[in-house]
């Protein structure tokens, strides 16, 4: 990889016009903005339905997109709307409900006046876990606030399924799929075209109330009635005493290597279709994993148990290059972590915000190439929002090191390294301070994955001094 430089924008961030930011124009413009700027990098988190307070990394699938990302436009421009309805006022955090059910009831006017045709026929047939999904959400459209395993006995096993469907039901969330992966790869496109490149994020784990699960329980660490027994989660640590508790269910590491790892190849190839590199999520677990009880209400009482990753990893390559696949190893790692991602070449992360707090003892990034250097990530406070909670002499020497303006120093040293790319959030990019910040791992509420761009102009304003960066330091 050459020297580049990249931004951070989850697309639900962008300013969009209904709610929430999604795949219409102003994607469109920030993203030429971007490439206007020199980045030749795009990052985006999951794009997958959001579940569980907003969070992208606990979905109903880890396929499908979520149909608050559909660009309404573009439905009129198909035919399939008369018009558009009134776009929303300008907010500065997304609004998931109001995005929803806008969205929801102009999919289904689109879809009363959709002709199934060949290129449906032939997306059906290239992503063959739409039949899934679909079944999974006309079940849980019954009623939203159970979990699959709490079903009546006809829907909740997938294997002895006797519940009947309605082929419109069914057709309604295959055609949403259909207009989203196709609206997704013509932006793709577009900015593949302008010359950059989009980086994806696959999370590690599924969420519990997924169609995933629902349909192949024995990838994952269940009892007879489909409940967890185990779930996954960090142990305490210096920034939580109590550790973080993701509750997502563990997987059965013995029997997906029974199957040479068939789920993960088939999740490796979809989101490696979807994006041009993909950033694997907490790779510490393909490591090592955290065992937690089922019931616990902390992660302090787990264990640490060993993943196959060599073996999964070796079966990986058959099918990907090392250039396609960057990694999440932050955080306290034992030794084995890192072999394992050299033995693969795998390019790593290094957060700067780390690299400076006397805590951290991993993030040295002033030697090593292959690696991202990130000012912060979606789950760190923003640059100015993390300065302004230092302490006046801590202040005071990032003064003395950086310059009267730390902040744009601290930016300028991470262009500066020798990492192949530096990637900043845009949130870094605006110096905004931590209003702007977009979760805060381990808690759950409002101030999580809600904040979003108004507009672009102050983007394009403040993006002058990144672009200067860029070309300085030949990125």
Known sequence: MNRQAGLLIPIS??????????????????TKIANESGFKMLQVLPLNPVGYGNSPYQSYSS??????????????????LTDAPEAFEPQNKADYTAARNLKN?????????????????????DHQWVEDYAQFMVLKSRDESKIWYEWEDAAK??????????????DFYKFSQFILFDQWFKYKQFANDLGLKIIGDI????SIDSHDVWAKRSNYLLDESGRPTHVAGVPPDYFSEDGQLWGNPLYDWEQLEANNFEFWIERFRHNRSMYDVIRVDHFRAFDTYWKIPA??????????????????????????????????DLGDMRPEVY???????????????????????????????NLIVYTGTHDNQTLKGWYEELSAAE?????????????????????????????LPIQDVLLLDDTARFNVPGTIGEHNWTWKLTELNSFEQSVEHTKALIEKYNR
């Open 295 to 328: 019931g616990d209400t902390t992660a302090r009482n787990g264990e640490w148990l060993e993943a196959p990753g060599h073996a999964l990893f070796n079966v990986i390559f058959n099918h990907f290059t090392t250039d396609e696949i960057v990694v999440e």
């Open 13 to 30: 961030a962008t300013p969009g016009k209904y709610g929430v930011g999604d795949f219409g124009q102003e994607l469109y413009k920030l």
């Open 105 to 125: 009831a102009c999919l289904k006017k689109a879809f009363a006046k959709f002709s199934k045709d060949e290129s449906f026929a032939a997306f059906l047939n």
């Open 203 to 206: 999370p590690i784990y599924v």
């Open 395 to 423: 202040q005071s020497n990032l003064q003395s090191r950086f310059g009267a303006n730390p902040l744009t120093g601290i930016i300028e040293d991470s262009f500066k390294s020798v990492a192949n790319l530096v990637v």
């Open 157 to 170: 096993e997938y294997d002895n399924l006797s519940y009947e469907f309605n082929q419109d039901d069914l």
């Open 63 to 80: 396929s499908a997109i979520d149909p608050i990302y559909v660009d309404i436009d573009d439905l009129v421009a198909r035919g399939l």
């Open 339 to 369: 072999q394992l991602r050299d033995d693969f070449g795998l390019t790593g992360m290094k957060i700067i915000q780390f690299s400076l707090d006397p805590n951290e003892t991993n993030n040295n990034f002033e030697d090593y190439e």
